[in-house]
């Protein structure tokens, strides 16, 4: 167990391994590199976990405003419309700085490929091209969660009422579906204990999840 934790330490270090122990930078050891990667590895996992736990209890009181139909008090909806608006330009800009952003991340990399930089030099471009990366898609989520809320709130988009309904459908068929899923896969992998083989049916299964979906959305928008 040590053993296997010390390893994926190791491999997610890699960049810095190639950067400082293989460039010679400093006298940096294949062991300290190792445990470096190993506690900055579960170090970011614990600051992701309270950060999820933290904004998920935050959040859950207003869960019901993307699930459940309400109607807003006098004046409500004409004030978050012209909040919305005004975001538009923000949201716009934050959209193609994030993709821009993921775009040009590649940018170090093929500079240092075409001048035939030593490894260091490319393991630093590929952390500049996560960093990047990282850059882009957090101004996206957050532009995009600020727009989503305007939209919860003005039961638009993703979440008019029309969607709701569709849905509200979609959520007790998924659970229906997937558990029908499992007793199928179950009952077929102790029958023929072909279990190399019966896994297969999750693919399946996930394709026509889709087409049952699209179907579903299709009858409900005609019968409306």
């Known amino acids: 167990m040590a053993r296997s934790i010390w390893t994926t330490g190791a491999g997610y270090s890699a960049i810095w391994d190639g950067a400082f122990h293989e460039g010679n ?72 700085g994030g993709v821009v952003l993921c775009i040009l991340s590649v940018v170090p990399i093929i500079i240092a490929g075409a001048a035939d930089a030593p490894d260091y030099i490319a393991a630093i ?17 957050r532009v995009s969660m600020i727009k989503s809320s305007y939209d919860a709130l003005l039961q638009e988009g993703e979440f008019s009422k029309k969607e709701k309904k569709v849905k509200g459908t979609l959520d007790a068929l998924s659970g229906a579906y997937w558990s029908l899923a499992t007793a199928i896969y179950l009952g077929w992998s102790f029958w023929t204990m072909r279990w190399d083989i019966t896994w297969i049916l999750w693919p399946v299964a996930g394709v026509l999840f889709a087409a049952v979906s699209g179907i579903v959305r299709a009858v409900m928008r005609v019968d409306e």
């Open 25 to 96: 930078l400093f006298h940096i050891t294949e062991a300290i590199v190792g445990g470096v990667g190993c506690t900055a590895l579960f170090g970011l996992i614990a600051v992701a976990v309270f950060m999820f736990i933290t904004t998920g209890m935050k959040m859950s009181h207003s869960e019901h405003l993307e699930k459940e139909m309400f109607e807003t008090e006098y004046g409500v909806t004409g004030m978050v419309k012209e909040k919305s608006r005004a975001y538009e330009n923000t949201f716009s800009l934050g959209i193609a």
């Open 125 to 141: 471009c590929v952390a500049g091209l996560l960093v990047l990366i990282a850059l882009g898609v957090n101004i996206i989520i």
